[in-house]
């Protein structure tokens, strides 16, 4: 089991920028599909923006040109960086860990966005 401890939350206004942190254990992180996902209160989790082993990126359409996911191979870890801060964003965010046979979560980060 791929254990994930996410850092970097807290309290931003509105327009603020925040960057988020998955330090991954074990040895196959460079082979792994790495994820951002948040579920805000009421809503279901949603996919915030995901990076393949190539490092190429995807991204919420709510999120696109704000956001901006990398991975450091030689940390194994994962970053969000997050520009422009709305309160449309405030959420728990999580990280994820996808690869053959092993599919983990972070406890979650809480991100909140207010004046």
């Known amino acids: 089991q791929v254990q994930l401890v996410e850092s970097g939350g807290g309290l931003v206004q509105p327009g603020g920028s925040l960057r988020l942190s998955c330090a991954a254990s074990?040895?196959?992180?460079?082979?792994?599909?790495m994820g951002w996902y948040r579920q805000a209160p009421g809503k279901q989790r949603e996919l915030v923006a995901s990076i393949g082993t190539g490092g190429s990126s995807t991204y919420a359409g709510s999120v696109k040109g704000r956001f901006t996911i990398s991975r450091d191979n030689a940390k194994n870890t994962v970053y969000l960086q997050m520009n422009s801060l709305k309160p449309e964003d405030t959420a728990i965010y999580y990280c994820?860990?996808?690869?053959?046979?092993?599919?983990?979560w972070g406890q979650g980060t809480q991100v909140t966005v207010s004046s």
């Open positions: 074990g040895s196959r992180f460079s082979s792994a599909i």
């Open positions: 994820s860990f996808a690869a053959i046979g092993v599919r983990s």
